[in-house]
């Protein structure tokens, strides 16, 4: 079945550094991807929509410079957390696109979670 | 509303049919969604459910959707142990010349011996 492939998995940094995190959709192409943030025992926030070859779609609130989305191929989307803060810990969720097939489903990684001391 | 609402916890005993429910936001939502996410993990794409379909069987699972009260449900039959986790409904909702999903509040779905 489909597989994306979310990495570091877990990540502990200092404040002020930036942590990069990347999404590669393993056996399809996904010109979308999506990141997603998720607090403890809540649903997920969509952060921004990745498109290949193009600039992100924020969600409202979403500080774009804060969070760098890189989509530079058909099969890796990047976010970069830059000059990390403790506020910005949390678990980051990225998710392709397959549209193969039409039904356009979501595969999700197995998520980061980022500890910012 | 915006919400896309679940129950937040269900316990069921190992063996008996469990039924997580979502009353979702948009009529014009062309797919719905169900994910499990397990402890520290991404989401699992369950099933999914075509807006035109009453219903649809995969094994142990069955999603019925009602679209007049735009509610949809996922019934897992012979409960397992493996199977207590979070389970998310989510709507494919168009915006623009783009879609994407939004997310039910989550079930926990507890499975006691």
């Known amino acids: 079945g489909a597989v994306v492939s979310q990495h570091p998995s877990w990540v502990i940094c200092k404040s002020g550094t930036s942590v990069k995190i990347e999404c590669r959709s393993l056996?399809?192409?996904?010109?979308?991807m999506f990141w997603y943030r998720q607090f403890p025992k809540q649903s997920l926030m969509l952060m921004a929509t990745s498109n290949e070859g193009s600039k992100a779609t924020y969600e409202q609130g979403v500080e774009k410079d804060k969070f760098l989305i890189n989509h530079a191929s058909l099969t890796l989307s990047t976010l970069t957390v830059t000059s990390a803060h403790p506020e910005d810990s949390s678990f980051y969720i990225c998710?392709?696109?397959?549209?193969?097939?039409?039904?356009?489903?979501?595969?999700f990684g197995d998520g980061t979670r980022l500890s910012i001391l | 509303g915006e919400d896309v609402e679940q129950s937040l916890f269900l316990s069921v005993r190992e063996g008996d049919s469990s039924v997580i429910n979502c009353t979702y936001t948009?009529?014009?939502?062309?797919?719905l969604y169900w994910y499990k996410q397990e402890p520290g993990a991404g989401l699992q794409l369950l099933t999914y459910i075509f807006s035109n379909m009453d219903m649809k069987q995969d094994q142990r699972l069955t999603v019925l959707l009602n679209k007049k009260d735009k509610h949809l449900s996922l019934r897992i039959a012979d409960t397992q142990t493996g199977d207590s986790a979070i389970y998310f409904c989510?709507?494919?909702?168009?915006?623009?010349?783009?879609?994407?999903?939004?997310f039910g509040t989550g079930t926990r779905l507890q499975v006691t011996l």
């Open positions: 989510a709507e494919r909702k168009r915006t623009g010349t783009a879609s994407k999903l939004t």
């Open positions: 998710s392709a696109r397959d549209e193969s097939g039409g039904l356009g489903a979501q595969h």
């Open positions: 056996d399809f192409q996904a010109t979308t």
């Open positions: 948009d009529s014009s939502s062309t797919y």
